[in-house]
C-alpha cells in the first residue's frame, strides 16, 4: 500500500506544560507546518492509560488541543484527532502485530528496559506498558504514515515499528509503507535552577504556560546565570529558551548582543534576566489569552475533533480492510 499521512505524530495528554514541552514538542510540529507540510496530529489518551486513570484522561483532552491551537498549530493545516476514536480499527491492528513481536524484543526496547528498572517493576506495571511500542506501531502503520518526527527518547519505538512492518511485509506482501524518522533536534532546558532538566516534579525551575507575570518573573529573577565571561550549561539552556520563545528577531539579536557582551566579561546578567523576562512574559501572554478563547468554545474543539476523526478513520478503514484480506479474516 502506499504511504497515506505525510507526517504523523502523538502527542500524550498532560496537563500543565512547561515552556520545555513547547519547544520540545509542539515547536518543531509548527516548524513543520511552515514547511508547508501539512501534519496529522492525535492525543494519546489510550497511551496515557498505561499509567493513568482513563476518565482522569478523558477530562484532559480539550484543554490539550486548546493548548495545541493557542501554541500555533493550525487546524486548517493540520488535523487532529483522539487517538481512541479509532480504538476498533487500532486495538484490531495492534492485535494483529503483536504477533511478529517477541516478548523478549519487547522486554529490550530500551524505553521499557528503563521504566522497568527505575520507577516501574515487572511484578506491578501493567502489560500495557508491555505493549505500548506495539501499540504505537499500530498508530503509525494504520495511518500509513511516511515521516514521524521524534525525539532521541521515542528513535528505537520507530525502529520496533519498522521491525514489525518488515516482517508482516515478508509474510503477507507489502502492505505496509516503512515509517521514517523525522529526527527533531533534542534540545537541553535545564531546570532555571539546581539539578536536572526543566520539569514539572520542580516546579521553581519550571517555567508553566500557565505562570502569571509575577511568578514568571520571580523564578526568572531567581534562576543561575553566569560568572561574567564564561559561559555554563544554565546560560546556555536560558539562550535557547529565551531566543526559543521570542517574537521577533529583533528580540533574538537584543538577546545576542547581550550573549556576546557577557562574553567579553562585561558585568550585563541582570540586563539580560531583564529582557528573557520580557520575551516569555509576551509569549505567556499571547498564549494565555488565545487558549482562554479557544476553551470558551468548546464546539469548536469537538468540530475539529471530529473532522479529524473522519480522515484518521477513512484511512484506518482501508488499511484493516487491506490487513483482514491479506490475513484470511474477510
Ligand atoms: N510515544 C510518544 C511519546 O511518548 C507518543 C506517541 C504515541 C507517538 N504514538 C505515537 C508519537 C505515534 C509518534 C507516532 O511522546
Do not use: W
Not at 500524550?12 to 510540529?29: C, E, K, S
Not at 562585561?266 to 494565555?288: D, R, S, W, Y
Amino acid at each position: 500500500m502506499k504511504y497515506k499521512v505525510e507526517v504523523l505524530t502523538g502527542i500524550r495528554p498532560t496537563n500543565n506544560l512547561t515552556v520545555a514541552n513547547y519547544l520540545g514538542a509542539v515547536a518543531p510540529i509548527i516548524e513543520i507546518q511552515k514547511q508547508g507540510m501539512s501534519p496529522v496530529v492525535f492525543v494519546a489518551d489510550l497511551h496515557a492509560i498505561t499509567d493513568k486513570e482513563p476518565a482522569i484522561i478523558r477530562q484532559c483532552v480539550h484543554g490539550v488541543v486548546a493548548d495545541y491551537i493557542a501554541l500555533g498549530v493550525e487546524p486548517k493545516k493540520t488535523k487532529i484527532y483522539l487517538q481512541s476514536d479509532i480504538i476498533g480499527e487500532l486495538a484490531t491492528l495492534t492485535t494483529f502485530l503483536a504477533r511478529h513481536i517477541t516478548v523478549a524484543e519487547l522486554l529490550r526496547v530500551p524505553t521499557l528496559k528503563d521504566k522497568l528498572k527505575v520507577n516501574m517493576h515487572p511484578e506491578t506495571a501493567n502489560t500495557l506498558l508491555l505493549l505500548y511500542p506495539v501499540l504505537m506501531a499500530a498508530d503509525i502503520l494504520l495511518n500509513r504514515a511516511k515521516k514521524i518526527p521524534v525525539g532521541e527518547d521515542q528513535l528505537a519505538h520507530i525502529e520496533v515499528t519498522r521491525m514489525i512492518a518488515k516482517r508482516f511485509n515478508k509474510k503477507y506482501g507489502e502492505i505496509f509503507p516503512l515509517p521514517e524518522v523525522l529526527q527533531v533536534k533534542s534540545l537541553r532546558i535545564l531546570s532555571l535552577k539546581g539539578e536536572g532538566k526543566m520539569s514539572k516534579t520542580n516546579p521553581e525551575g519550571a517555567i508553566f504556560l500557565t505562570d502569571d507575570p509575577k511568578t514568571v518573573t520571580r523564578k526568572i529573577n531567581s534562576a543561575e546565570t553566569a560568572f561574567e565571561g564564561v559561559m555554563n550549561e544554565k546560560l546556555e539552556s536560558h539562550i535557547l529558551i529565551a531566543n526559543g520563545l521570542a517574537k521577533t528577531e529583533l528580540e533574538r539579536d537584543e538577546i545576542n548582543a547581550i550573549i556576546k557582551e557577557h562574553k567579553d566579561g562585561k558585568p550585563v546578567m541582570g540586563k539580560f534576566k531583564q529582557l528573557f523576562a520580557i520575551v516569555t512574559l509576551n509569549f505567556l501572554k499571547e498564549f494565555q489569552i488565545k487558549r482562554a478563547a479557544v476553551m470558551r468554545d468548546p464546539s469548536y474543539i469537538t468540530s475539529l475533533l471530529k473532522e479529524g476523526r473522519e480522515v484518521a478513520q477513512k484511512n484506518a478503514t482501508e488499511t484493516i480492510e487491506k490487513v483482514k484480506e491479506v490475513l484470511r479474516f474477510i
